[in-house]
Structures are given as C-alpha cells and as structure tokens.
C-alpha cells in the first residue's frame, strides 16, 4: 500500500533506493567471500603447499609475503568495494529516481556483473605483479611461479565472483528488463558460462599441477613429499571447486529454464494469465522474454477468439479458425427462426434510450440461453430482432426439431416477467450459407427462402396468442416427435412469396 501523501514515482523511487541498498550489500559480502576465499587459498599454497625454491628458507618466505599480503589484501578489498558501489550508483541512477530505463541505461546495468567482475581482476593482476616482482629476491623461476598461480588463482576468483554477482543482481536484471529484452545478448551465454566453469573447474588447477610437474623437470622444485602433497591438494581442489562451480554454472542456465517451463506447463493446463520474470540478460533471458511475448500473444488470440465467438456463435468461430469455412456459399439443410419484439416502436418512444437497451439485453440474454441450450446460435441482432440458426455451421439432422422446440421454450418464457413478448417465426430448408460481404469484411450468414418464409411468419405470430408459427416444412422435417407438440392451419400467401405457405400452432395453445 502506498504511504499517505506519497506518489507513484515517490514510492517507485523509495522501492528502488531499498533494492539497490540490498544489492550493495549482497554485493559486499560476494566482493569479500569470493576475494578473500580466493587470496587464502592462492597465499597458502604458495607458502606452505609449493615447495620453496631449493636453498630458500621456507619460514623467511612466508614471513616476508605475509608482511606485504596483509596490508595488499586490505587495501585491495577496500579499493573493490568503493569502485563496485560508486559503478552500482552510478549505473542505477534511473532506478533512484523511479523510472525505466532507457536503452543505454539498460545495457549498462545489465553488464555490471562483468564489469565488476573485471574491477576484481584487476586487483588480482596488481597482485600477480606485486608478489611476482618482490619474489624476484629468491630467485627468477620463483617469482614468475609466484605470479603464475596468482594469475590463476584470480581467473579462478574472477569466474565465481562473476557467478555469484550475477546471481545477487537477478532483481536489479528483472527491473531493467521489465521494460522488454535488448535486441542482443548483454550478458556471457550458455556457451561463455560453460566456458567459465571450465576454466574455474579444470583449466586453473591443471595449471597448477602443470607448472609443479615443470618445476620438478627443470629442478627448480624438489622431487620429495612437499611436492607430492602440492599435487594432491590442486587434485582436491580441481574435484571440489570443480563440483561448486559446475553446479552454480548449471543452476544459471537451469533456473531461468526451469521457470519457462513452469510457465509451458501452467499454459498446458489451461492458464492464460502467465507470465515468468526476465532477470538474465543472456540468450537464456531472451527465452524468457520470448515465452512472456508468446503467452501474450496466446492471450490475444485467446481474447480475440472469445471475442469472435461472441460476434459470431462457437461454431462458426472454432470453424472459421480451422479453416473449414468456405469463401462464398455452400448449399446446406437449416432451420431458420426469427424473433422479434411486439410493439418495439411504441417501447422506444415511451421509454427512456438507456433503459431500452437495459431492456434489450435482458430480452436477448433469455434468446441467446434458449436457443444455445437447443442447439442453435444466434447469428445476428437486427435492433429488436434476432436471427437464430440451426443445422449451420455444425450440420444437424434435428435442427427443424430443434428450433421448433426452441420456439416453445420462448413462449413460455417471453411476455412475462417483466421481459416484453415477442413474434416468433419458424421454417426449414434449403439455404446458401457462408461468408457474404466484402474481402476485407465479411459476415457469415444464411440466405434462402427459409429465412425470407421465417421473417413473414414471425410478422403474423404477433397477432397470435401463441405468438408463435411455424412453416409445414419445417414440421415435416422435425419428425412425429416434435411435430405432436403443434397443430397444422390453414395455408396462407406470404408477402412476396409465390408458394402458400402451411401454418402451424405450437399445440398448447390452441383453444
């Protein structure tokens, strides 16, 4: 909930300078866990693992390079730090202020993790020529040995703070890409993350064990136990870290897929509103921005499928998406009714235009139920009329049946409470059915005598108690069943129609 007094860029603002405090300090901890890990574990091997060079006393080394790595190290992580917050701030300026950034601006948060990565590595190679130099007093091999592993044991270093930084900026990532993917890669992909590894897994501490193994061969370090225990410890360390990194390199690349896939399975099971967080700002990230533009996509056709049937009945939409709904006309086997409004026009007149519609929609919400519920669709609204099909799209051997047993369900149903009666009109037949209108707009629809003959009958019915009529036609092909509820009449000239037309009476009432 928002503070009182506050606005939306205010609190946006206030939300942004908590992420990026949070961020600074997981920010710390990764600098000083992965940094100091990294140095203790290079310090001590040269030191203590690596044999010193022959004729060096081991204990004068070790005290002469601790001297020096204790204030080098203090300094180093102090310098880090500054520089790492200082380019945090300074990058996330947009997000202090409670706004998206701009395309420049998201490029630029988006390679924090590298970039502080490489302010790490410069520390470590200020290292490698630092101890690499003082070192030159015992002895040239020693010193370039010295700065060797130091070199590697940064790579090392370098690898898992990009790793774990990367993870502990997924939030600033998500903010960044909220506003949509760049249009390439920022950060190291699939391949570049699986490199890293490699190199933090297998390349260092073979290195290692290469330059022990040189040292031997060029008598430089001494073949004895010290040397053995050397090689065991990098075999320990490649096993070890090997695994650690792996997994965090895996877990990187596994996640952001892992939650695609949640999203897939969401969808599979129905779910439209889906949608996973972007915080990767690799190939992998652009998956799933990919499968939120998808889902999106997914909702629109979703949208404007539903929107389509509701213009157009399920039938003809599901039909129509499925490519089975012929350009033109087709003969087809139909039943027609038509219901419209007794006294529309006086209704309009007396009654105020927000209320007839009010009207309106309560009269055609108890068609539309009948009729679907009958096996028709209503194919189109004509103001206060209402064209219903049956047998078309969807092809029914009982649609005569149908719709004259949907005609009684409106007469028991309209002219009563407080729902205005109607006219209603029944016939079957031949008709032309398909998609009339222009290229660009087409309506689909029925043409024929049946729809003309229901039009007709649908004007006499107002004048019927009954307010229901029905063609002969269409009770010869309804079949005894239906055909029992009404009674056939008198034959009667339709207007505009050369053929008489056989009146029927929905048999309840008849008097």
Known sequence: ???????????????????????????????????????????VFLSVILPAPAGTPAHDAIRFNLAIFVPYMALALALGRHYGVAMLDRRLEWLKAGREPDEREQRATLRLPFDQMLLSAVGWAGAALVFGSINLRYSGEF????????????????????????????????????????????????????????????????????LVALGVISGDTPANTATAWSIVFLVVATVGVGILTTIAAARSVAEPIRSVRAGLARIEAGEADVEVPVYDASEVGLLQAGFNQMAAGLRERERLRDLFGRHVGEDVAREALAGEIKLGGELRDAAVLFVDIVGSTRMAGET???????????????????????????????????LCIFGVPTSDERCAANALAA???????????????????????????????????????????????A???????????????????????????????WRLGEAVQLRGRAETTRLARPAAGME
């Not at 096996?375 to 206060?384: A, H, P, S, Y």
């Not at 007709?456 to 239906?482: N, Q």
Request: glycine share 12%; proline share 4%.
């Open 1 to 43: 909930m928002a503070r009182s007094g506050w606005s939306s860029a205010q609190l946006e603002s206030s939300r942004g300078r908590g992420l990026i405090l949070a961020t600074r300090r997981g920010g710390t901890r990764t600098l000083f866990a992965a940094t100091a890990t990294g140095a203790v574990v290079v310090f």
């Open 143 to 210: 010193g370039f040995r010295v700065a060797t592993t130091i070199l590697m044991g940064g790579l090392a270093t370098c690898a898992l703070f990009y790793l774990l930084g990367e993870r502990s900026l997924r939030d600033i990532a998500a903010r960044a890409l909220a506003t949509g993917p760049p249009l390439r890669p920022v950060a190291p992909g699939v391949v570049a993350r699986s490199v890293i590894a490699w190199t933090l897994a297998t390349a260092v501490p073979v290195g290692g064990i290469g």
């Open 352 to 386: 105020a235009p927000e209320q007839v519609v009010e009207l309106l929609n309560e009269f055609f919400a108890v068609v539309v139920d009948v009729i679907e519920s009958h096996g028709g669709w209503v194919n189109k609204f004509e103001g206060d009329a209402a």
């Open 407 to 453: 005609a009684r369900d409106l007469t028991s149903r309209l002219g009563r409470d407080g729902l205005p009666a109607a006219g209603i009109g029944v016939s079957a037949g031949t008709v032309v059915a398909g998609n009339v209108g222009a290229p660009h707009r087409l309506e689909y629809t029925v043409i024929g005598d049946p729809v003309n003959e």
């Open 455 to 485: 039009a007709r009958l649908t004007e006499l019915a107002k004048d019927e108690p009954h307010r229901a009529l029905a063609s002969g036609a269409a009770l010869r092909a309804a079949g005894d069943g239906e055909a029992a509820h």
